[in-house]
């Protein structure tokens, strides 16, 4: 899947009219899961099926705001929104959201341009709980963005390529994605990534059974299979993102090899209780506002 809305767009029609997509397991954004939770377009998990699922998801990630109980969707990997910065080049710590608009990061901060990616983290910024935020908050926010925009201090909106300037040195401080850092630590210790004293965003790339899948049992049982601690360790070791399996930690600080065992001490991939006590999971954008708070984010990206 290249873009969550790209596939929306291919796959609805087929359930819109109540067809089969010709998939039985797809895994997407949680905050666009919620749009196929509130279509009623994804069939509900037999969790007898999934014994793993039931004893080992992560407790922060059991009770979303668009799927209580997580009946429709399980996360297949989570990550962390947060800042990266360049510590070497900078010459000092980046604690909090408001530091990224320090006079000494002017024209050297980028931020993410996708609304549903960005809007968290910059609102915890301002102390918002995420998890029941505002119209208020929403437009405050925007506010505060539209101003650091029309002052210079932003260099500009990026997507997954915000680690290129990062790298480059052309920015200082960013926008970034936990998994995303610990790839570019393993050049450049320098970098960074931080969850900011306010919080940051914990979200999910989740999977989920669509509408009229042919083999809902096989699907349940491969979801399952992934959520025994050995193959969670497999995965967590292999993409370096948040495992949502806790128990995976005690597997891979066994292994034989010490740079995998290693991996089990990192709290960006088993969040540590100081860090896990920081993170939330974002309210989704709702349908009735999706329209009002694109075009608003969006003339602020085109600025």
Request: hydrophobic share 40%.
């Amino acid at each position: 899947i290249n873009d969550n809305d790209e596939f929306f767009g291919k796959i609805s029609p087929a359930l819109m009219n109540h067809q089969s997509t010709g998939r039985d397991l797809i895994v997407i954004s949680d905050w666009m899961c919620a749009r196929f939770v509130r279509l009623g377009w994804v069939q509900e998990m037999d969790r007898a099926h999934q014994p793993n699922v039931a004893k080992y998801l992560d407790p922060l990630l059991r009770t979303p705001a668009f799927d209580k109980g997580r009946r429709f969707t399980v996360p297949w990997q989570s990550g962390i929104t947060g800042i990266a910065y360049n510590r070497k080049k900078l010459g000092r710590e980046i604690r909090a959201v408001k530091d990224l608009w320090a006079p000494d990061l002017k024209g050297r901060v980028t931020l993410l341009s996708g609304l549903d990616e960005s809007f968290a983290l910059l609102m915890q910024g301002n102390g918002v709980d995420v998890t029941r935020w505002t119209a208020h908050d929403f437009h405050t926010m925007c506010d505060e963005v539209e101003r650091q925009v029309r002052r210079g201090q932003i260099r500009r909106f990026t997507g997954n390529d915000y680690t290129k300037d990062l790298v480059s040195g052309d920015v200082l401080a960013c926008q970034a994605y936990s998994g995303d850092v610990i790839q570019l630590q393993a050049d450049n210790p320098d970098i960074r990534f931080v969850v900011p004293e306010e919080g940051a965003e914990l979200w999910s790339d989740s999977l989920m059974i669509p509408d009229r899948a042919g083999h809902q049992a096989n699907a349940e049982r491969l979801i399952d299979y992934y959520y025994e601690p050995e193959v969670a360790a497999k995965l967590a070791a292999w993409v370096n993102y948040v495992c949502p399996v806790p128990a995976a930690k005690d597997v891979l600080a066994n292994a034989s090899d010490k740079d995998t065992a290693a991996l089990a001490d990192n709290p960006l991939i088993f969040p540590d209780s100081t860090m896990r006590s920081r993170l939330a999971i974002a309210r989704d954008i709702t349908s009735a506002q999706r329209v009002e708070f694109a075009r608003r984010w969006n003339q602020i990206v085109g600025l």
